[in-house]
């Protein structure tokens, strides 16, 4: 559905002779410069999630921080994030889709100077959940106005370019922190690496007024207020622990949480069966489930994010702790791996329609074979010589051709009244993947190292470098269960 549909769509009829037909060059234009605003949001948000662990250390030093604090301050955003983004989902299917996503940009951008300016680690935490709050509002949205904004090869380019934001945020993030704390501007240390967002966040907002379309949904779906309250309790009884375990040492009330939110997501699902039985909106409809493609593509992308970000976990902490190199030069090391997923994201859709799904299959195979060499490369406790950088572009170029073209595929028979409901179950399994794989492999190698120095560290990597090959060949068997032929919703 294009953005002039959804318009028509979304407010009532005027009186009087019908409006002129729309530019297509000029209509065009503005879809561009629309994604620009979604991706610019998408890059920040991504950005955040990434950069203030390289400031850590600074951080602690200048706030004189404790270690649970220190990582509250971590992961304060990535909670409020993972565990609300299905509710902003419905909250932008109900509200409007411009509307939630302009408010969570301000949330973050506001949230962003709360952080920058923060006077102790209490006010830097709770402004760090405020920013997790203000991306959950934002990212959900960033499907549902591609889905009804933009048409067939259109959308399958924005989705491709949404998914090389995701992979390259996650790499430059680690760049951008070392970067600016090593600057130290004006003697503010860790401060820009949050103060950064207001600026940029302040264009994007005043962009998104002029150019993201207005109107709400025709039909607000309502707020599945049982369904909120149970999903997100089972969430965070699952993303907590995940997020702190390995820090807190995997306390009992912990292991108990965790073990807690499978009951808990079956409480969530038995909520959801009752409140569509009574004619309700639950949060999840079961025929947005049964869409071809939605579910396959949700287990191919949450085994291949998983991995992903995992993996760069452990190696970032194989380069800074095993290999002693800075926070700057380990960023640096990944610039092959986002060239690979930017390449592979912008290059897909050359492959004929016909071979999309085993397209997507041999791509996951592909970083399953790059990463197990880039297990073998750094089992010596050396730095990978010259076939590093070419082993993480194998990576990055299979991820990008995983990534772009499983959103397109498992998004492409949503009909567009439930492009809402699906950004939401693609986004949260995304975000949900990439929590568990650092705390998964994070724990694997971190457990397996052991702070015993460099050997230990390159068995380590070895180690989960073989556990992320497993993942990647688990999303190859998901992948091959997408539809044959892709169809036009």
């Known amino acids: 559905m294009s953005e002039t549909t959804q318009n028509r769509a979304d407010t009532p009829p005027s009186q009087g002779s019908a409006p002129p037909a729309p530019d297509p060059a000029a209509q065009k234009r503005r879809n561009n410069r629309m994604l620009v605003v979604m991706l610019g949001a998408v890059f920040m948000a991504l950005l955040d999630s990434t950069i203030v662990n390289v400031a850590t250390p600074t951080i602690r030093t200048d706030l004189g921080t404790t270690g649970s604090s220190l990582q509250l301050i971590v992961s304060g955003y990535t909670i409020a994030y ?27 951008t506001v949230a962003s100077l709360a952080c920058g ?23 959900p949205q960033i499907y549902s106005l591609i889905q009804l904004n933009f048409e067939g090869a259109a959308r399958a380019r924005a989705l491709s370019l949404y998914a090389a934001v995701i992979g390259l945020g996650v790499v430059i993030g680690q760049v951008a922190g070392g970067l600016l704390v090593s600057a130290d501007l004006f003697g503010t240390g ?5 103060l950064i967002n207001v600026p940029v966040g302040v264009v994007l907002v005043i962009a998104g007024l002029r150019l993201l379309p207005q109107g709400k949904p025709p039909k607000p779906k309502g707020l599945d207020i049982p369904g909120l309250i149970t999903l997100t309790a089972a969430l965070l009884l699952l993303v907590v622990p995940l997020v702190m375990g390995h820090e807190q040492n995997w306390p009992l009330w912990m292991q108990v949480s965790l073990v807690a939110s499978v009951p808990a997501l079956v409480v969530f699902a038995l909520v959801e069966r009752a409140v569509a039985r009574r004619g309700g909106a639950p949060l999840v409809p079961g025929r947005v489930l049964k869409t071809p493609g939605l579910v396959s593509g949700a287990f191919a992308n949450f085994f291949a994010m998983a991995g992903y970000a995992g993996f760069l976990f452990a190696f970032s902490q194989h380069m800074q702790s095993g290999l002693g190199e800075s926070a700057t030069r380990t960023g ?26 085993p397209m997507i299959a041999t791509a996951c195979v592909v970083t399953a074979v790059g990463y197990v060499a880039i297990g073998f490369d750094m089992r010596s406790g050396g730095h990978g010589g010259l076939a590093l950088p070419a082993l993480q572009l194998v990576v990055g170029i299979g991820m990008g051709y995983i990534t772009s073209p499983l959103l397109t595929v ?77 169809q036009t919703a």
């Not at 860790?190 to 949050?194: D, L, N």
């Open 117 to 139: 300016l923060a006077p102790g680690s209490v006010t830097l935490i709770g402004a760090r959940v405020v920013q997790g709050v203000g991306a959950a509002a934002m990212m």
């Open 190 to 194: 860790w401060r820009p690496v949050f």
């Open 332 to 357: 640096l090391t990944f610039a092959p791996l986002a060239i690979g997923v930017a390449t592979g994201s912008l290059t897909w859709q050359k492959v004929p329609e016909r071979l999309h799904r």
């Open 410 to 486: 498992a998004l492409a028979q949503v009909k567009p009244a439930d492009a809402a409901d699906a950004s939401g179950v693609m986004t949260t399994a995304a975000q949900i993947a990439q929590v568990l794989g650092v705390a998964a492999y994070g724990s694997v190698y971190l457990g397996t190292a052991d702070g015993q120095g460099a050997d230990s560290s390159a068995h380590a990597i070895f180690v989960t470098a073989l556990l992320v090959t497993a993942g990647a060949l688990l999303s190859a068997l998901a992948a091959l269960r997408l539809p044959r032929k892709r």
């Open 82 to 108: 993972a565990t609300l983004l299905v509710t902003g989902s419905r909250l932008g299917a109900r509200n409007g889709f411009r509307t939630v996503f302009l408010f969570g940009l301000v949330t973050f």
